[in-house]
Nanobody, 124 residues
Framework: QVQLVESGGGLVQAGGSLRLSCTAS????????MGWFRQAPGKEREFVAA????????YYADSVKGRFTISRDNAKNTMYLQMNSLKPEDTAVYYC?????????????????WGQGTQVTVSS
């Protein structure tokens, strides 16, 4: 198993930027494709972005495409989510999880346990 800790959230005005981090410990981070997910109040958790083992391939939800950038640094066991042009509808708790890197599965979490997440609040 891999243990994941999310950080970097905060309060930002619409149009602003934030960078989230997901730091992993435990088994080899580079063995896992990774993804970001988010859950807004009263809504189901949803997929945001995914990145392949090496970081060479990425995939985004339509709602964030062109605004968010996912990346990873395997030497630091860390994944990032650069969020630009933030909108109030991006307000949510953001989580990271491993994913299985196939077309059918990369938008679903590999594990059914979650870290504490990091709160992102975008004011209008």
């Amino acid at each position: 198993q891999v243990q994941l800790v999310e950080s970097g959230g905060g309060l930002v005005q619409a149009g602003g930027s934030l960078r989230l981090s997901c730091t992993a410990s435990g088994r080899t981070f580079s063995s896992y494709a990774m993804g970001w997910f988010r859950q807004a109040p009263g809504k189901e958790r949803e997929f945001v972005a995914a990145i392949s083992y090496s970081g060479g391939s990425t995939y985004y939800a339509d709602s964030v495409k062109g605004r968010f950038t996912i990346s990873r640094d395997n030497a630091k066991n860390t994944m990032y989510l650069q969020m630009n042009s933030l909108k109030p509808e991006d307000t949510a708790v953001y989580y990271c999880n491993a994913v299985s890197w196939t077309i059918a599965t990369m938008t679903s979490p590999l594990y059914d346990y979650w870290g504490q997440g990091t709160q992102v609040t975008v004011s209008s």
